[in-house]
């Protein structure tokens, strides 16, 4: 039995069945990120004043690579562009300039992977240390020439260290929005990280920038993650539809046009997604 | 993105009720690109401006996305086509606007002095 309205639009809806289906699928998307940027936006009004780390509850600003995550953002909107240049591709009948595209899209798409990773592993190397006598500062540990990921005040114990050094952060004014008091590091200037050693029996508590750490980092990663897996979904789709499906351009050229179509709205709105994801987590 | 129903010239691609060349096509594209580039670049420059109001802070911060988000949908994803269908998938902005403005509102509508419970320290 032939599968109805794959290339001729439905009379009642005047669309193909395929397309119908991705708004949909879309339409529910937008339900699932609407919730988690309302969770986003419930934390963030909720916390409490003042600056963190000093303040353990207040949410933290300028944890995050704005450069990068700006470069990350036009990569994502440069393959946006190309999936709609390979589309076009297709109307004019050009495969070798739709695979052109395609891989152009998959290439950024990888890109896009690669430094949403970097930055990750850079979080996992990222501690908040809160000393005994009040005072919390954040930065990298330099353990034997490497930064460990993912160290607690536990892993500290096990290994028996007597101290450990830190590439303490420097809060600058950028950072942080004027009016919150915190503690003067001493720096000189241009000076982004100063190194300092901390005997191990004045740590309370080591944690890194993971999900436990606070709710910032929770719903960072949530969302972050999330959407980064809706880019690995679409790198498959993409990659399986250019190199492997291909086949299909000369049977039903139709068909796989719309098909590319329906993968490029998805893209689309990965690309959506990421245009409010960026300002939200990096900016605010 | 139109309906593939349409016969594969290399003269025109229809796309939203209008037929433009593939050539045309690919300017509106590379121009939507551009300009949302801009409004990126903008919304990291505005992070200089430092409100007093965090509702406020939020809501701007959220202004460039919003019409870069509207060119996508509008040109990339075709949603100005005058289609029942998309007028009624168009019905998750408001949901969204909604979700969004919500949790605003009620931070806006707190008591004086009202203050949150702590919360989890690790």
């Keep these: ?207 890194p920038f993971v999900p436990a750490t606070g709710t910032f980092f929770a719903i960072y990663f949530t969302m972050t993650f999330l959407h980064a897996l809706h880019i690995i979904g679409g790198v498959l789709v993409m990659g399986y539809m250019t190199f492997v499906g291909g086949g299909m351009w000369k049977t039903e050229p139709e068909r796989y046009t719309n098909r590319i179509e329906s993968v490029g709205l998805f ?11 960026f300002p939200v987590m990096y900016l605010l | 993105m139109s309906d593939a129903t349409h016969t594969h010239t290399s003269e025109t691609v229809a796309v939203s009720g209008h037929h433009r060349t593939p050539g045309e096509e690919r300017k509106v594209y590379f121009t939507v690109a551009v300009t949302q580039i801009v409004c990126a670049v903008l919304t990291v420059l505005a992070r200089y401006w430092q409100l007093d109001s965090t509702a406020l802070t939020i809501a701007f911060a959220l202004l460039l996305p919003c019409i870069s988000a509207s060119l996508v949908a509008c040109y990339l994803m075709h949603m100005l086509e005058r289609k029942a269908v998309y007028m009624s998938m168009a019905l998750t902005i408001p949901f969204f606007i909604a979700m969004i403005a919500l949790p605003l509102w009620s931070d806006g509508n707190r008591p004086k002095g009202y203050h949150h419970a702590t919360h989890y320290v690790p």
């Excluded at chain 1, 780390?53 to 953002?73: K, R, S």
Aim: glycine residues 6%; aromatic residues 12%.
């Design chain 1, 1 to 207: 039995m032939e599968i109805p309205y794959t290339v001729k639009p439905r009379p009642d809806t005047g669309l193909y069945n395929a397309k119908i289906g991705i708004w949909l699928f879309l339409a529910s998307e937008v339900m699932l990120f609407g919730a988690l940027f309302s969770s986003y936006i419930l934390l963030r009004v909720g916390a409490p004043d003042g600056f963190w780390p000093d303040v353990p509850t207040a949410w933290p600003h300028g944890l995050l690579n704005v450069p990068l995550g700006t470069f990350n953002t036009a990569v994502l909107i440069t393959s946006s562009m190309t999936v709609m240049m390979a589309w076009t591709a297709l109307k004019e009948n050009n495969f070798a300039k739709f695979r052109k595209f395609m891989t152009v899209t998959l290439l950024c798409a990888v890109l896009f992977l690669c430094i949403k990773g970097y930055e990750y592993n850079d979080k996992f190397t990222h501690y908040v240390i809160r000393l005994k006598d009040g005072s919390a500062l954040t930065g990298h540990l330099e353990i034997n020439g490497s930064s460990p990921r993912f160290w607690t005040e536990d892993t500290l114990a096990a290994k028996k260290l007597e101290s450990v050094e830190v590439l303490q952060d420097i809060p600058t004014v950028l950072r942080y929005p004027s009016g919150f008091k915190h503690e003067e590091v001493a720096h000189e200037p241009g000076e982004h990280h100063i190194k300092r050693e901390i005997k191990t029996a004045d740590i309370q508590s080591l944690r």
């Design chain 1, 267 to 277: 893209w689309h709105f990965v690309d959506l997604v990421w245009i409010f994801l």
